[in-house]
Structures are given as structure tokens and as C-alpha cells.
């Protein structure tokens, strides 16, 4: 060690630096749940290409027996492109490897692929509703649901209690229709619930859910939309005009007679006007007052109901009465009456509705619902009538030419 004042040598004394440790080299792309390029197969025979709108194309190597085994659409494909790209004069012919292009989601084809592979460990046991979406959207689109049999039920029950969760409403649309697809009926009847009762109208009139997003630019069963559309509009109807009702019958009845929204018979009369003088300012600073026309209505559902249940009428207090005589039970049955308009918030299934769901049911092996059940031995009932009436009518018709050709015989001897 030297001091300040020491001359420092200038020998042939070399400084080494210390390296610092490698580090693992940190990947500058994200990996996808696909690389851009995979193979399934070794013997694979068949490139397939999915575009993105961005980026670099999808190419997935795949066996094109396999594929065209799976689906009858990617069997028409390959099979068309093979017949009509064959060439006489290209000797090269037989070693080039064949190309289709497909859309939609990379990520959920591959995992068709991987299934058609029997790559079964890379089958998620436990998929998102998102992934379940686009699932659902490619295995309809190419009609290859059949070969989802061994998860789809396990899949689907896992939604069994979106209806609870916060992101019902926003996500309602998605698990529709993995319902639709699969043949869930419970799940489907819930989630058209969910959706009918979150819509509202935005300002261009069109109706929309919880997100803002159109209901027209969704994905969704045929004749649904116009279903949703109406049956909003008359549960809303429905729930306005219980409201309308008591202060109706308050207004402009017959003080005489009893309305029954006061539950005590004493002082009857002073209860029912405490209610009405209470509950019209608590609707007008609610924006409910004067009670809005349905058409006009462009909230949802759920926050008319929020709105309602947050209202509350003044009970009637008497003089010199005994605390058992309150008026505190008196109401005007405005929840009571919102929740039987709710309960009765039917959503009609039409026959071709009920034929596809339980058809899909069966491709996929989902468990059937008791509605499923009593609708399909209902179907089968009246297939065989049906079929029974056709032997009947086939069978008088037999009867009648062997009738005339008796008839005719008799004539000619």
C-alpha cells in the first residue's frame, strides 16, 4: 500500500478486471401460447397458414389425414385444393408439402390440432372463459366440437358461477355462447338472464351491455338479439307500471275502501298518505318521477331494481299507541312486486333453439338438464306419433288399392 506522497510504479505490472457472472440472456419477444411455427407430427404433410391482422402469419405442420378425419369443412378444404391444384407437368409434384389458409384465433386451431394429435398433456384442464370463447367460436366455425367430448362438461361447469362474480355482466355474452356450443342449457338460460337485465340503450339507440359494447356486433344464437330486445323492454314495463300502481290507487281511489297497503286497520287512511307524501320525493330524487314511459327508460334493468330498493317510505307513528301497533310493515309492495316481475322473466326456447342445444349436448357429452330431459322424451313422443301416424295413413292407403282391385276383380268375373 502506498501512501499519498510514494510514487506509484510503472513497471510491467498489469491490472486485471474481475468479469462479472453471466446472466441468462433475457428473451427481447414475449412467447406466445404458439409459436409461430410448430409442428404436430413428425410425418406432418399439410402447411397450414392463419393470418393475423398483425404481424407475421401462424404456419402450424400438421398431418392433413388427421385434420380431415376431425372436420368435414378442413376435409372439404384439402381434399377440394388437392384435386383442383393437381398439374401433370410439374414432376416436383409429389414432394412439395400442401398449404391451406385458415381465420381465426391461433391459439385456440392449435389447441384443435393438438387434440386431432393426441397431444392430450397440452390440453388445459382448467381453461379461461376467454380461451372457452375462441374455442368455441373455431370448433363451431369448422364444425370439429365432437372432438371436445372428453372436457367439454368438466370445462363448462366451471362457469357454473360466473352468474355470482363481478365480471358477470361484462363477460355474460362469451359464456353464452360456450353454452350454445356445448349444449349447456343452465348456463345458456343464465346468461341470457345476465344479459337481458344488464343492457341498457346508449345514445345512438342501439342497446348495449354493462361495457358499452352493441349487442348487434356479438356473437350470439340466431333471433336472440330481437328475444333480448323485447323481453327487456316488457320486464321494464312491467316493473314501471308496479310502481305506477299504489300511487294510482292512493291518488285517485276511494279513500273508503281498503287498499290493503297499510297492514294495521287503525288509522289506515294517515298510514297510506304518509306513504304516498314519502315515496314520490324519494322517486323524484331518484329520476323516477313522474314515472317514466318504458320506451323512454334507456337504463338496465339491474340499475332501475338498485334504484327501487334504495327507496323507502315513512312509517306512520300514532299517539299513545302500543309499540305492537306500529306501522313499520306497512308498505306499498313495490319490491315484492319487482321480484315477481323478475321471477317471471321467461325466456322462450323455440323448438329449433331446443333441437340444436340438445344435439350439442350429446356431441359433446355435457349431462343433460331436466328441461333437457322432459323436451327430449317429449321429442321422441312425438316422433314416433308422428312416425305411427305416417304407417296408419301408408297402411290405409295399401287397404284401399286392395280394396279396389278386389272390387274390380269381383266386376270382371
Known amino acids: 500500500m502506498t501512501s499519498a506522497g510514494e510514487p506509484v510504479e510503472t513497471s510491467e505490472t498489469t491490472l486485471t478486471q474481475t468479469t462479472p457472472r453471466a446472466l441468462s440472456p433475457i428473451l427481447e419477444t414475449e412467447s406466445g401460447p404458439e409459436s409461430l411455427s410448430v409442428d404436430f407430427h413428425r410425418d406432418a404433410d399439410l402447411r397450414v397458414v392463419i393470418e393475423r391482422p398483425y404481424g407475421d402469419p401462424t404456419i ?9 378425419c376431425a372436420s368435414l369443412v378442413w376435409r372439404s378444404m384439402l381434399y377440394h385444393v388437392a384435386a383442383y391444384s393437381h ?32 397431444d392430450f398433456k397440452h390440453v388445459p384442464k382448467a381453461p379461461t372463459l376467454n380461451q372457452l370463447f375462441e374455442l368455441s367460436k373455431i370448433a363451431c366455425q369448422y364444425r370439429c366440437t365432437h372432438i371436445l367430448y372428453p372436457w367439454a362438461d368438466q370445462w363448462t361447469s366451471r362457469l357454473s358461477n360466473l352468474v355470482a362474480e363481478d365480471n358477470c355482466y361484462s363477460e355474460c355474452h362469451k359464456a353464452l355462447y360456450v353454452a350454445w356450443t356445448f349444449g349447456e342449457l343452465k348456463l345458456y338460460r343464465d346468461m ?10 346508449d345514445d345512438n339507440g342501439k342497446i348495449v351491455n354493462v361495457s358499452g359494447q352493441p349487442l348487434g356486433d356479438m356473437l350470439m344464437p340466431r333471433d336472440l338479439l330481437d328475444i333480448i330486445i323485447e323481453t327487456r323492454a316488457s320486464t321494464i314495463a312491467k316493473i314501471l307500471d308496479a310502481v305506477k300502481a299504489p300511487i294510482h290507487v292512493l291518488s285517485y281511489g276511494e279513500h273508503a275502501q281498503r287498499s290493503g297497503y297499510c297492514k294495521i286497520s287503525k288509522d289506515s287512511q294517515a ?20 314515472i317514466p314511459e318504458p320506451e323512454k327508460f334507456t337504463g338496465s334493468i339491474e340499475h332501475l331494481k338498485n334504484k327501487l330498493d334504495k327507496i323507502k317510505t315513512v312509517p306512520y307513528v300514532g299517539k299513545e299507541w302500543m309499540p305492537h301497533m306500529s306501522h313499520e310493515n306497512c308498505n306499498l309492495g313495490i319490491r315484492e312486486s319487482i321480484m315477481t316481475c323478475l321471477k317471471g322473466m321467461t325466456v322462450p326456447l323455440s323448438t329449433s333453439i331446443m333441437s340444436w342445444m340438445s ?10 338438464t331436466t328441461e333437457m330431459r ?9 316422433s314416433l306419433d308422428f312416425i305411427l ?7 290405409e292407403g295399401r287397404d284401399n288399392v286392395s280394396s279396389g282391385s278386389t272390387q274390380e276383380n269381383s266386376e270382371a268375373e
Open 389 to 395: 301416424h305416417l304407417e296408419s295413413q301408408a297402411k
Open 359 to 368: 344435439g350439442q349436448a350429446k356431441t359433446c357429452g355435457i349431462e343433460p
Open 87 to 118: 398439374d401433370a407437368g410439374d414432376e416436383m409434384k409429389g414432394e412439395q408439402i400442401q398449404t391451406i389458409k385458415l381465420e381465426g384465433n391461433p391459439e385456440a386451431i392449435g389447441l384443435l390440432f393438438r387434440i386431432i394429435h393426441y
Open 60 to 68: 402450424y405442420m400438421v398431418c392433413g389425414s388427421a385434420i380431415a
Open 271 to 290: 298510514c297510506e298518505i304518509m306513504m304516498l307524501g314519502s315515496i314520490i320525493p324519494a322517486l323524484t330524487k331518484a329520476g323516477l318521477f313522474p
Open 374 to 382: 322432459e323436451w327430449q322424451q317429449k321429442s321422441e313422443d312425438a
Open 192 to 201: 341470457v338472464d345476465a344479459l337481458i337485465v344488464s343492457t341498457k340503450i
